[in-house]
């Protein structure tokens, strides 16, 4: 893997794609700046090489036009904070203005670009946007991994102006790294948990594991479907009913190459989707009438830790329930706790992927598993075995340099 490790960046002006499309409050504040916070170390080793830095990045999806609320400009003073240095903030990404503060950085310095989407070139993947993208900088760092299995100018396109001088920064490799060591290296029992609210975004997912693992734990929303494709009474619960004959064809096929595959036998009802909801436990064959599941039960919390806990590689994608309620959330703590346990055990554990990440951050819980996703989309497009374009483009030689 090309990394920035074997790189001297002194003197050289780097043009570092980032992901740090963070969430804002009404006042702009940054609520959550874990995106900026992990691209840090590839920031500072280029600077600390004696580099000169220019920063892009998308932020939210504005309509291709400026808008204060999508401006990165709220992102410069937390950046400049952590990089301990000033940070030059250009209004746009490209143009006569931006070269010029480009070409006036000074080793050390650094320059954050607005945001490439305000731009429609930018999600066309346009060769002429990426080309004036890529006359700002000497190389190219690619270390926005929540934004590699898009094919943006920024992204992708850019790479192919710089045929020699092209790269992974420290956290696009830690999460390829992840990846690899989920589809590739992993060591047996091999564990796979889903859960989340559907089916319907898993399957790519069953379908690329089903050949690896050992364990197939299924909790969150989708459980339901698979209970009333063998006959259950799920009540009110969610399903969906287009996808039981998937389901179907899951349990065979699990059966066909030794999966195990556990389904929840218990589950936590409620009388609405509310969290002052009347609650009970009950089998989850036999949900009544107008009750819906929305945790897993204590049995198969039982059942779910023990498999994770004599498991050494786990991957874990989607909540056992509605975590977002204090009363629905103790399945999802559960597991989170088994995973915790198992890596301090040995085992290799990832959480990649959407709300999984959400929960393990809110029990505080993300040092103490191997590797925690930053990236919801790309991390399950690289699980389902896709090739992700932002990284294509930084791995291929190109046999003819563009005019
Ligand atoms: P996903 O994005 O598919 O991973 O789904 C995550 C969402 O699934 C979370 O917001 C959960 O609240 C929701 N979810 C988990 N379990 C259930 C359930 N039993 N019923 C409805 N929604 C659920």
Not at 114 to 119: A, G
Not at 397 to 403: L, M
Request: charged share 25%; with cysteine; aromatic share 8%.
């Amino acid at each position: 893997m090309k990394t920035i490790d074997n790189y001297n960046f002194k003197n050289k002006r780097a043009l570092v794609r980032v992901d740090f499309n963070v969430p804002l409050d009404n006042n702009f504040n940054i609520t959550d700046d874990t995106r900026i916070r992990a691209a840090i170390p590839t920031l500072k080793k280029i600077l600390n090489d004696g580099g000169e830095l220019i920063i892009m990045s998308h932020f939210g999806r504005p309509k291709n036009l400026p808008e204060t609320k999508f401006s990165l400009i709220h992102t410069v003073p937390l950046l400049s904070e952590l990089l301990g240095r000033p940070v030059q903030f250009a209004k746009d990404c490209i143009g006569a203005a931006t070269r010029t503060m480009a070409a006036n950085l000074k080793p050390g310095e650094v320059l954050l670009l607005e945001n490439v989407r305000f731009h429609a070139e930018e999600t066309k993947g346009s060769d002429s946007f990426a080309k004036e993208l890529a006359s700002l900088g000497d190389v190219y760092v690619n270390d926005a991994f929540g934004a590699a299995h898009r094919a943006h100018a920024s992204t992708t396109t850019v790479a192919k102006f710089f045929p020699n001088d092209k790269m992974f920064g420290y956290l696009m490799a830690h999460e390829l790294e992840s990846i690899d060591k989920l589809l590739k290296q992993y060591k047996k029992p091999f564990t796979a948990i889903l859960g989340g609210a559907k089916v319907s975004g898993k399957i790519a997912i069953i379908a690329n594991l089903m050949d690896k693992v050992d364990n197939l734990v299924i909790g969150g929303g989708m459980a339901y479907t698979f209970v009333k494709a063998k006959g259950g009474n799920v009540g009110s619960s969610l399903v969906e009913e287009d996808r039981i004959q998937t389901a179907l064809q899951i349990y065979e096929e699990a059966g066909k190459k030794g999966v195990n595959l556990y389904i929840p036998t218990d589950t936590v009802v409620a009388d609405a989707f509310a969290n002052d909801a009347g609650r009970k436990t009950c089998d989850i064959n036999n949900i009544p009438d107008g009750w819906l599941g929305l945790d897993i039960g204590p049995a198969s919390e039982r059942q779910f830790g023990a498999v994770i806990e004599a498991s050494s590689t786990i991957l874990w994608n989607g909540p056992m329930g509605v975590f977002e309620m204090s009363n629905f959330e103790h399945g999802t703590r559960a597991i989170a706790d088994a995973v915790v346990s198992a890596t301090q055990k040995g085992a290799y554990s990832l959480i990649g992927g959407g709300d999984s990440v959400a929960a393990i951050n809110k029990y505080k819980l993300t040092d103490k598993v191997s590797c925690v996703s930053t990236g919801g989309g790309a991390m399950l497009e690289g699980l389902e075995g896709q090739v992700l374009p932002g990284v294509k483009a930084v791995e291929e030689s190109v046999e003819k340099i563009p005019e």
